[in-house]
C-alpha cells in the first residue's frame, strides 16, 4: 500500500511540474475552449474516481466489521 502511495505522489509531483510549464510558455495563449472542455471532463472524471473509491473503501470497511463480529 505504502507503494501505492509512493506512485501517486511521483505521479502528482509529475503532474504538477508538467503543468507548471505549460502554464510559464507564454509564447501562444495559456488555453483555449477545447482545453477548458477537456480539463474540466478530467476533473469532473477524477471526482467521480474519488466519489468511487470512497464508497468502495467504506463498504470493505463495513464488510470488515461485520465479519470481525460474526466470526469472532
Known sequence: MLALFYI???VAIGVSVWQITRIMDFRGSI???????AQGKY???????LYAM???????HECYNVARICFY
Open 54 to 60: 470512497m464508497i468502495y473503501c467504506s463498504n470493505l
Open 8 to 10: 501517486f505522489i511521483g
Open 31 to 37: 488555453a483555449d475552449d477545447n482545453d477548458n472542455a
Open 43 to 49: 476533473a469532473i472524471g477524477f471526482l467521480a474516481f
